[in-house]
């Protein structure tokens, strides 16, 4: 078993079952995220006996890098996980610091149309700890501080619901990577089930919805989810979350020429949000390998952003990382013989 994968209250129950003082799991927790250490032989204050056991145990082993792109506003890393399979994750650089976009499965069966994460269909979840391994080969082989963390790479996070909660809280945790919990997105297609789940949990982690459309028969030709999950579901679930949780919800739109940026649609995407807590990101459309599709003209964003705007929707219009490295919103792929 890899160690990352555990959770304190995880790693309080295995202590618990070897007849151990479950204060120990933070002992471990501290040590391997605070001080770092590469053996467990290097925890102070634990036996010999339980450092031995923790050792055939447990394992530290990270993703393998293969491949990492930079610009100035981004890196784009190609990991290689055990079993062979490669995943992408994204690390962009803000004024405020760093934010590290974490890929949740190896392909993706959300199968949106203008998404290349979707063209490789899922293969399997990732792990939790491969989750957590791809922010700690960034923070502790490459000393890159992550203040920032969001569920956007490649897959479709409330698809593997329970590794996805394990993992925010291993990061959230002030013993393990401490990030604070308002610092981490999770985004999703809109998983009624999960999204409602996921309300519940009344924390203070933020949630996206990947929209793009305002009714479901445009959605469901962008979306192939939303003919399981209809957008009536997935603004109910969304109103959920703002009443639980007492935040604000976020609705990725991405602007597709000619195809879901018109003033009528602007209008229609005011009427379906009147009242509800949120705000809409507008993103401009990233060209990918496998699409057609063009990126609205900034005229016609800026047409639509006033519309939401004079409707009293908070609106924004996203900027742009990585796109001239394939390390945008809709580009990951994890294609590791295109990206060689």
């Known amino acids: 078993m890899n160690i990352y994968g555990k959770t304190l209250k995880m790693l309080e129950d295995y202590f618990k079952s070897n007849s151990e003082n479950p204060a120990k799991a933070k002992i471990v927790f501290k040590a391997i995220y605070k001080e770092k250490v590469s053996s467990f032989f290097d925890i102070k204050n634990l036996s010999l006996p339980v450092l031995t056991k923790l050792s055939n145990d447990f394992t530290q082993?990270?993703?393998?890098?293969?491949?990492?792109?930079?610009?100035?506003?981004?890196?784009?890393?190609?990991?290689?996980?055990?079993?062979?399979?490669?995943?992408?994750?994204?690390?962009?650089?803000?004024?405020?610091?760093?934010?590290?976009?974490?890929?949740?499965?190896?392909?993706?069966?959300?199968n949106c149309v203008f998404c290349e994460s979707g063209k490789l269909k899922k293969v399997r979840n990732l792990e939790v700890h491969e989750m957590v391994g791809q922010l700690l080969?960034?923070?502790?082989?490459?000393?890159?501080?992550?203040?920032?963390?969001?569920?956007?790479?490649?897959?479709?996070?409330?698809?593997?619901?329970?590794?996805?909660?394990?993992?925010?809280?291993?990061?959230?945790?002030?013993?393990?990577?401490?990030?604070?919990?308002?610092?981490?997105?999770?985004?999703?297609?809109?998983?009624?089930?999960?999204?409602?789940?996921?309300?519940?949990?009344?924390?203070?982690?933020?949630?996206?919805?990947?929209?793009?459309?305002?009714?479901?028969?445009?959605?469901?030709?962008?979306?192939?989810?939303?003919?399981?999950?209809?957008?009536?579901?997935?603004?109910?679930?969304?109103?959920?979350?703002?009443?639980?949780?007492?935040?604000?919800?976020?609705?990725?739109?991405?602007?597709?020429?000619?195809?879901?940026?018109?003033?009528?649609?602007?209008?229609?995407?005011?009427?379906?949000?009147?009242?509800?807590n949120c705000y809409v990101n507008l993103i401009p459309y990233n060209k990918t390998r496998s699409t057609n599709y063009e990126p609205s003209d900034k005229e016609q964003i800026a047409i639509f952003f006033d519309i939401l705007k004079q409707h009293g929707i908070n609106v924004t219009v996203r900027r742009k990382f990585g796109t001239d490295m394939d390390a945008a919103c809709g580009q990951l792929s994890s294609d590791y013989e295109n990206s060689i």
């Open 61 to 110: 082993e990270l993703p393998g890098l293969i491949k990492m792109s930079e610009s100035d506003e981004a890196c784009k890393y190609l990991f290689r996980l055990t079993d062979g399979h490669t995943i992408e994750t994204v690390l962009m650089k803000h004024d405020y610091g760093n934010g590290v976009c974490v890929s949740t499965q190896v392909g993706c069966n959300m």
């Open 137 to 276: 080969y960034l923070t502790d082989i490459l000393h890159i501080p992550v203040s920032h963390v969001v569920l956007m790479g490649i897959g479709e996070p409330f698809d593997n619901y329970e590794n996805v909660t394990s993992f925010i809280e291993i990061i959230t945790e002030q013993l393990g990577l401490a990030i604070a919990a308002r610092h981490v997105t999770i985004s999703t297609s809109g998983i009624t089930p999960k999204m409602l789940a996921y309300a519940k949990r009344q924390n203070l982690n933020s949630l996206a919805v990947s929209l793009h459309a305002p009714n479901d028969e445009l959605r469901n030709q962008l979306m192939p989810i939303n003919k399981k999950y209809p957008i009536t579901g997935i603004i109910d679930a969304a109103k959920r979350y703002t009443e639980n949780c007492n935040k604000k919800v976020t609705f990725a739109y991405i602007m597709i020429k000619g195809m879901n940026d018109s003033p009528e649609l602007a209008h229609e995407l005011a009427a379906l949000l009147r009242g509800l």
